[in-house]
T-cell receptor
Framework: NAGVMQNPRHLVRRRGQEARLRCSPM?????VYWYRQLPEEGLKFMVY????????ESGMPKERFSAEFPKEGPSILRIQQVVRGDSAAYFC??????????????FGEGSRLTVL | QQQVKQSPQSLIVQKGGISIINCAYE??????FPWYQQFPGKGPALLIA?????SEKKEGRFTISFNKSAKQFSLHIMDSQPGDSATYFC??????????FGTGTSLTVIP
């Protein structure tokens, strides 16, 4: 059973370009979370999605950032018109439909975005 | 607003010693308290977790102590080893909602 797959692992963009980060959850998982991690900082919640629904986007900047988790295919975090402050590691995590049993989040290895 | 407060920010322990990391929370709705371990360049991985109906949970050298009245929980690593050197995050959640993470503790175990 493959783990949470994120790609690309490393992405370099110039200011003003768009960044698209993809996340394929573990098989059978229908919940996806995106977190941002800056050096020497913790994991900052961005958005929580279920298939075709955004459950909680309270941590996501109102402008330039969007996320989706379509019925088919990976979840995508999209950052438009990137700025240097967007440089960070972006982690995706998934959990099964019922978190009542384990409550565990399974993380991918992250996508490291560098904005030049 | 930091939902989960973690300390210390960094910790240096001699091999064989005990590493202790503390976390505190405010929201009494939280019903799940996991600890995650992260090595450089990797994603966090679940280490151990506890629910508020127990005061302690032990798995090998790792123990969570939970104080519901004080709204605090801590991770104890017994007989710390150099391989335990990593960043540790506490977290809190309640079913159906997002996870709130602490700011992390960088642990270094000196041989």
């Amino acid at each position: 059973n493959a783990g949470v797959m994120q790609n690309p692992r490393h992405l370099v963009r110039r200011r003003g370009q768009e960044a698209r980060l993809r996340c394929s959850p573990m098989k059978g998982h229908s919940h996806v979370y995106w977190y941002r991690q800056l050096p020497e900082e913790g994991l900052k919640f961005m958005v929580y999605l279920q298939k075709e629904n955004i459950i909680d986007e309270s941590g996501m900047p109102k402008e330039r950032f969007s996320a989706e988790f379509p019925k088919e295919g990976p979840s995508i975090l999209r950052i438009q018109q990137v700025v240097r402050g967007d440089s960070a590691a972006y982690f995706c995590a998934s959990s099964p439909p019922s978190r009542a049993n384990t409550g565990e989040l399974f993380f991918g290895e992250g996508s490291r975005l560098t904005v030049l | 607003q930091q939902q989960v407060k973690q300390s210390p920010q960094s910790l240096i322990v001699q091999k064989g010693g005990i590493s202790i990391i503390n976390c505190a929370y405010e929201n009494t709705a939280f019903d799940y308290f996991p600890w995650y371990q992260q090595f450089p360049g990797k994603g966090p991985a679940l280490l151990i977790a506890i629910r508020p109906d127990v005061s302690e949970k032990k798995e090998g050298r790792f123990t969570i102590s939970f104080n519901k009245s004080a709204k605090q929980f801590s991770l104890h690593i017994m007989d710390s080893q150099p391989g335990d050197s990593a960043t540790y995050f506490c977290a809190a959640s309640w079913t159906g909602n997002q996870f709130y993470f602490g700011t992390g503790t960088s642990l270094t175990v000196i041989p």
